[in-house]
């Protein structure tokens, strides 16, 4: 069994990521995969927000409202010195939402985030906001993030999202993050997730994710290393106008697959899986 109690918390990070949805996702959830060029017969709609998945902005565009909900199982395995366990498997809620005040500027929230068992608990609920600084076929976004001490640490993330669209069906996304705990202020928490999206046909990705995390102050990177592995499943379902209205996910991630600090090199002890729903309205019509 793998990762030290330092290391369970950074596995608690990257389930917050998958989570918490753009979640996201957004830590640049892995999708995608197969040959069929998508560009072929896609329909991009007029305000520019694609169905195709790997082709979708770093940003939603103006007026454009994505509601979030997702359905979660998390186990985790931890070890201190010679003693090892798992937890039982946690199921939780989360939901949230985000908004595109301009193509370029978009905020969120993750209302919800609800422990169904073993026992009924509330969690940290978060803010965030990102600006789009570069935009074509790289963009480039400042995005910081907070968590709200209700169960647990007050946590703030800042860091810049890359998206890269290599080609009409197929998309890296990766970025740099850092995060700071307000219960440890000497532990800095440095975070590269890596994800490849690829397109099938234009409703259907598959998607495989990576990236490593580590802390930067003492004991240092090397004991505090992890790489995670994750896939995903999604399908975009079209409105009228060609635009996403719903996609719905599923997704599996070892988040400690691999880890420093000695012993076993991998494990698929520590993991977290999830289905979920994202709803797109466009307020501006």
């Known amino acids: 069994m793998r990762s030290s109690n330092r290391r369970m918390g950074s596995s608690w990070l990257w389930l917050a990521a998958v989570v918490a949805v753009g979640g996201a996702g957004n830590v640049a959830a892995a999708q995608d995969g197969s ?25 939603l565009d103006q007026g454009r409202l994505r509601i979030d909900a997702s359905l979660g199982f998390v186990k985790v395995c931890f070890s201190a010195g010679t003693l090892s366990a798992c937890t039982e498997v946690f199921v939780g809620l989360a939901a949230g939402a985000s908004y595109g005040i301009t193509d370029d ?30 935009g074509g076929d790289v963009e480039v976004a ?15 993330q800042v860091g810049a999202p890359i998206w890269w669209k290599a080609s009409p069906s197929v998309a890296l996304r990766t970025g740099a993050f850092l995060m700071f705990v307000a219960s440890d202020p000497n532990q800095m928490v440095v975070s590269i997730p890596v994800a ?16 490593l995390s580590f802390a930067v ?51 698929a002890s520590s993991w977290v899986a999830s289905l979920g729903a994202r709803i797109y309205l466009d307020t501006a019509q």
Do not use: C
């Open 35 to 59: 040959v069929m060029p998508a560009g072929e017969g896609a329909v991009v709609p007029a305000q520019g927000y694609s169905l195709v998945n790997a082709q979708r902005p770093l940003t």
């Open 105 to 134: 500027l978009e905020v969120g929230a993750m209302v919800l985030p609800l422990t169904l068992s073993p026992e009924v608990k509330y969690g940290n609920p978060s803010v965030y906001g990102q600006y789009r600084m570069v």
């Open 142 to 156: 400042a995005r910081a993030e907070v968590w709200l001490p209700v169960e647990g640490d007050f946590r703030l």
């Open 196 to 211: 490849l999206v690829v397109n099938a046909t234009d409703n259907f990705w598959l998607g495989i994710s990576t990236g």
């Open 217 to 267: 102050s003492d004991p240092g990177p090397g004991d505090t290393l992890t790489v995670p592995l994750g896939l995903e499943l999604g399908y975009a379902v079209a409105d009228s106008g060609g635009a996403p209205l719903v996609d719905l996910v599923g997704s599996w991630q070892f988040t400690s697959f691999i880890a420093g600090g000695g012993g076993d090199t991998i494990s």
